[in-house]
T-cell receptor, first 115, second 110 residues
Framework: ETGVTQTPRHLVMGMTNKKSLKCEQH?????MYWYKQSAKKPLELMFV???????ENNSVPSRFSPECPNSSHLFLHLHTLQPEDSALYLC??????????????FGSGTRLTVV | GENVEQHPSTLSVQEGDSAVIKCTYS??????FPWYKQELGKGPQLIID?????GEKKDQRIAVTLNKTAKHFSLHITETQPEDSAVYFC?????????FGSGTKLNVKP
């Protein structure tokens, strides 16, 4: 385990369902991120939270809704998804979104399949 | 914004040989370059990084080199082992955002 835990590991959902992805870190980091990883494409940054405040929203469709209730937890709420949203969703944390020299700690991801 | 290109997309080497993965970036303002290893079923894990004021960094069998003038950086793995088989990602940090390469799938044949 890396210190960043994501649940569930796998999720299959229909296009009309509502589900949530959960991410939890106990590393004392104050920035958290959602990334989308699709086959043969670079990691796509979706959302950034720094000190529980959303500081980045990379033109993500509204069917993805993030929530950061505290510095240790991050959620991604999903509703009315499309098949092209099927991907590995990765959560990451870092010491501070503004610091130049800290890498990310990633979770193992949630493999999402939209049917 | 920054653009990071990574080559090759796949790399196959014999156990014991060296492997080199190369990345280029476009924005000279980028100042931090981490490398991640992603094994099957896991998230990417940071394996080595380099700051823009350093030309080379080594950690046991892995090393990273940076050429700021040419805007490229490389990952070098020596004496490869089967457990080195994974997907490797480079990244460049521009202000407060990371930009990732598209990944290199390394296969080390025993």
């Amino acid at each position: 385990e890396t210190g960043v835990t994501q649940t569930p590991r796998h999720l299959v959902m229909g296009m009309t369902n509502k589900k949530s992805l959960k991410c939890e870190q106990h590393l004392g980091h104050n920035a958290m991120y959602w990334y989308k990883q699709s086959a043969k494409k670079p990691l796509e940054l979706m959302f950034v939270y720094s000190l529980e405040e959303r500081v980045e929203n990379n033109s993500v469709p509204s069917r993805f809704s993030p929530e950061c209730p505290n510095s240790s937890h991050l959620f991604l709420h999903l509703h009315t998804l499309q098949p092209e949203d099927s991907a590995l969703y990765l959560c990451a944390s870092s010491q501070d979104a503004g610091q130049a020299y800290y890498g990310y700690t990633f979770g193992s991801g949630t493999r999402l399949t939209v049917v | 914004g920054e653009n990071v290109e990574q080559h090759p997309s796949t790399l196959s080497v014999q156990e014991g040989d060296s492997a080199v993965i190369k990345c280029t970036y476009s924005d000279s303002a980028s100042n931090y370059f981490p490398w991640y290893k992603q094994e099957l079923g896991k998230g990417p894990q940071l394996i080595i990084d380099i700051r823009s004021n350093v030309g080379e960094k080594k950690d046991q069998r892995i090393a990273v080199t940076l050429n700021k003038t040419a805007k490229h950086f490389s990952l070098h793995i020596t004496e490869t082992q089967p457990e080195d088989s994974a997907v490797y990602f480079c990244a460049a940090r521009d202000f407060n955002k990371f930009y990732f390469g598209s990944g290199t799938k390394l296969n080390v044949k025993p």
